[in-house]
């Protein structure tokens, strides 16, 4: 099992980034995916989450109306739309999958996790 997030980078306060998760190695269309980030100096906080029974989102507060989860099946890959970036969304993004039917908040209820990608966000 593998993923492989991207689209992270540099981009300034206001701006916009979309993150990418392609996986492989499991069937993608009944695994929850999860985005986690971990800022410097703090633990991995979740982000974002989209379950694969019904599709539901579920988002952190200091993200909800900003960032946007979607997964497209057919491409085996989970995107995370990040728009009106702050520099306090600076962190390290991972995307987790778990085959929980609803969407955890906890790091522990997923097996599975990408190496991660830088999002650097200037004031």
């Known amino acids: 099992v593998q993923l492989q997030a991207s689209g992270g980078g540099l981009v300034q306060a206001g701006g916009s980034l979309r993150l990418s998760c392609a996986a492989s190695?499991?069937?993608?269309?009944?695994?929850?995916v999860g985005w986690f980030r971990r800022a410097p100096g703090k633990e991995r906080e979740f982000a974002a989450g989209?379950?694969?029974?019904?599709?539901?989102?579920y988002y952190a507060d200091s993200v909800k109306g900003r960032f946007t989860i979607s997964r497209d099946n057919a491409k085996n890959t989970a995107y995370l739309q990040m728009n009106s970036l702050k520099p306090e969304d600076t962190a390290v993004y991972y995307c987790?999958?778990?085959?929980?039917?609803?969407?955890?908040?906890?790091?522990?209820?997923?097996?599975?996790w990408g190496q991660g990608t830088q999002v650097t966000v200037s004031s």
């Open positions: 190695g499991l069937t993608f269309s009944i695994y929850t």
């Open positions: 989209i379950s694969w029974r019904d599709g539901s989102t």
């Open positions: 987790a999958a778990t085959g929980t039917r609803t969407v955890l908040r906890t790091e522990y209820a997923y097996g599975y």
